[in-house]
């Protein structure tokens, strides 16, 4: 089963080929100082308190170091939130087009102690990156691009990892298989009234879930709440 969102950027055959017929075999993004990698070197991973956020910055560089005397990741980390908040106000009119509240956003970026998901999902449309999140079989695309490879995290129980091993065939492999698009992992689905019967059981088939025949909506969108 393809994936099928709802907005304007599903994944169709059409969009899959657009995004992907230009893309180089294989992408090698530059080494992250401020991460080791894991085994095989397939990721990278930031020790960081505030992953995500070092993440985006790693992704708004595209992968290029960081280089800092020890102990300096807090002034860094701030000056860098200081300069985005500064563009952001310049750029209010791109915040709204994305339906971005800039003083909620301000309020998360700065005195939260790590920004969440949704945060780094306004980060990478108001700095135009291509980033796509996979949890199990979720999968959540931002601002999808023709003809580039996008950033790839995929989030474990407590925390995330930045793929570093790209190529063409994986991008297309994620974007086919049996996965289930969302636009937040924040929270993946709606209410369950908004669900009917048939569309509950392609959702709990997609993502590998066990289906009785007896199930009613409720049983379903419980196995849904209980997957996340």
């Known amino acids: 089963m393809n994936i099928e969102t709802n907005y304007h950027n599903a994944f169709t ?11 180089d075999p294989v992408v090698n993004k530059k080494s992250m100082k401020i991460s080791k990698n894991t085994p095989k070197d397939k990721y990278h991973y930031s020790s960081e308190q505030n992953q995500l956020f070092w993440y985006f910055l790693y992704m708004k560089n595209d992968g290029s ?8 990741q807090f002034k860094m980390e701030n ?3 200081i300069k985005i908040i500064e563009q952001v106000r310049l750029e209010k009119d791109k915040a709204k087009s994305f ?14 102690q790590h920004i ?36 790839i995290l995929e989030r474990g129980q407590s925390d995330y990892k930045l793929r570093t091993d790209i190529t063409h065939d994986f991008v297309k492999d994620i974007m086919t298989k049996n996965y289930f ?12 009234s908004s669900y009917k019967l048939n569309e509950l059981q392609n959702i709990v088939d ?5 289906i009785n025949q007896k199930d009613r909506k409720i049983d379903l969108y419980n196995k849904l709440v209980d997957y996340i």
């Open 13 to 23: 055959t059409t969009n899959i080929c657009r995004w992907t017929k230009n893309l």
């Open 206 to 210: 997609t993502l590998g879930l066990p």
């Open 65 to 72: 170091n960081f280089n800092f005397e020890s102990g300096s």
């Open 116 to 151: 969440s998901m949704d945060i780094l999902k306004s980060l990478c449309l108001l700095f135009d990156i291509y980033m796509i999140v996979i949890y199990k079989k979720l999968i959540m695309v931002v601002n999808p691009k023709d003809d580039v490879i996008p950033y």
């Open 181 to 192: 698009g969302v636009t937040s992992l924040v929270k993946p689905f709606n209410s369950c």
């Open 99 to 112: 339906k971005i509240s800039v003083k909620r956003f301000e309020n998360d970026l700065l005195y939260e």
């Open 79 to 81: 000056d860098e939130k």
